[in-house]
């Protein structure tokens, strides 16, 4: 079973639609007992950190989240939650990457919205069948800086990390489920580790 962590902080159900076009039932919970039971966990998100936090926090799922030890995998604001720290909100968040989540310096359009591709690209098995020319989706106007954890680096403004993994943790600053064929070899790569 595959359970999509429910934390208010939208994009839940394409997330949900993409896993079913692959041929896998999930659930979307904020329910403890059945995140511990999943087999694969599957934290999303689009939203502020402060507020998403928040949520975590007042239902013990911080603690539960960081605690798993089934494959996790983060997508967008959950890999920037699932970092030391985030500028947006002065949120203190989960600290499983020891990285730190910083606002795009300023220029004429700071948030990164749109295709962009790999510029570093590390081997592992959740990068299976990818590769540095393969395009992405991203929406964001925060991103987690480049530390030992990094698998993938995209450029915009500055190099970040978009792939991160750390033990049975893993990250993805994209949208998997709006990122075509890519995405949905990613997402397949995560549901096969």
Same mark, same amino acid.
């Given at each position: 079973?595959?359970?999509?962590?429910?934390?208010?902080?939208?994009?839940?159900?394409?997330?949900?639609?993409?896993?079913?076009?692959?041929? !896998?039932?999930?659930?979307?919970?904020?329910?403890?007992?059945? &995140?511990?039971? =999943?087999?694969?966990?599957? +934290? @999303?998100?689009?939203?502020?950190?402060?507020?998403?936090?928040?949520?975590?926090?007042?239902?013990?799922?911080?603690?539960?989240?960081?605690?798993?030890?089934?494959?996790?995998?983060?997508?967008?604001?959950?890999?920037?939650?699932?970092?030391? !720290?985030?500028?947006?909100?002065?949120?203190?968040?989960?600290? &499983?990457?020891? =990285?730190?989540?910083?606002? +795009? @310096?300023?220029?004429?359009?700071?948030?990164?919205?749109?295709?962009?591709?790999?510029?570093?690209?590390?081997?592992?098995?959740?990068?299976?069948?990818?590769?540095?020319?393969?395009?992405?989706?991203?929406?964001?106007?925060?991103?987690?800086?480049?530390?030992?954890?990094?698998?993938?680096?995209?450029?915009? &403004?500055?190099?970040?990390?978009?792939?991160?993994?750390?033990?049975?943790?893993?990250?993805?600053?994209?949208?998997?489920?709006?990122?075509?064929?890519?995405?949905?070899?990613?997402?397949?790569?995560?549901?096969?580790?």
């Amino acid at each position: 079973m595959i359970a999509i962590i429910k934390y208010n902080a939208g994009n839940i159900r394409s997330v949900q639609n993409s896993l079913t076009r692959l041929g !896998y039932e999930s659930i979307i919970t904020d329910n403890p007992a059945e &995140i511990q039971l =999943a087999d694969k966990v599957i +934290f @999303p998100g689009v939203g502020e950190a402060g507020s998403a936090m928040q949520y975590l926090k007042e239902r013990n799922l911080d603690e539960l989240i960081a605690s798993l030890k089934q494959p996790v995998l983060g997508i967008c604001l959950g890999l920037q939650l699932m970092c030391t !720290y985030s500028e947006e909100g002065n949120t203190k968040c989960l600290g &499983i990457f020891d =990285a730190r989540t910083k606002q +795009f @310096p300023p220029k004429e359009k700071v948030s990164h919205i749109g295709w962009n591709n790999f510029s570093e690209l590390k081997s592992a098995e959740l990068l299976k069948n990818i590769t540095l020319n393969d395009d992405v989706y991203y929406v964001h106007g925060y991103y987690a800086e480049v530390c030992e954890n990094t698998l993938a680096t995209c450029d915009y &403004i500055t190099p970040f990390s978009t792939i991160i993994q750390k033990d049975n943790f893993y990250a993805m600053q994209f949208h998997p489920e709006k990122s075509a064929d890519v995405g949905e070899q990613l997402l397949k790569n995560f549901l096969e580790l």
